[in-house]
């Protein structure tokens, strides 16, 4: 059993940066991929990065790739993604996740863990 909680989220200006947190309880196998997805009101949850936990590598969705930087830190159990030029359009309730065996990292369906959520609000 894994149990993620989120932080970091908040109401930043366009450009802004912010980092979130994933914090993982519960033993994190070398097997699993971590994610991070969002969902912005009306739309349905949305690939945003994964990073794979064994070996660190990483994968980003085009609308963010150069601007976020998915990590973790293994000894802490801890997944970040770091959020650098941000926009309007990146507004959402940004959820972390994990899964085992992920073939689709970009598929909501091939994680069994996910956060509640923490809301990023990019306004003027």
């Known amino acids: 059993q894994v149990q993620l909680v989120e932080s970091g989220g908040g109401l930043v200006q366009p450009g802004d940066s912010l980092r979130l947190s994933c914090a993982a309880s519960g033993r994190i196998f070398s097997t699993y991929h971590m994610g991070w997805f969002r969902q912005a009101p009306g739309k349905e949850r949305e690939f945003v990065a994964v990073i794979r936990w064994a070996s660190g590598i990483t994968s980003y969705a085009d609308f963010v790739r150069g601007r976020f930087t998915i990590s973790r830190d293994n000894a802490k159990n801890t997944m970040y993604l770091q959020m650098d030029s941000l926009k309007p359009e990146d507004t959402a309730l940004y959820y972390c996740?994990?899964?085992?065996?992920?073939?689709?990292?970009?598929?909501?369906?091939?994680?069994?863990?996910w956060g509640q959520g923490t809301q990023v609000t990019v306004s003027s």
């Open positions: 996740a994990a899964g085992l065996w992920v073939v689709t990292a970009s598929s909501p369906n091939e994680y069994g863990y």
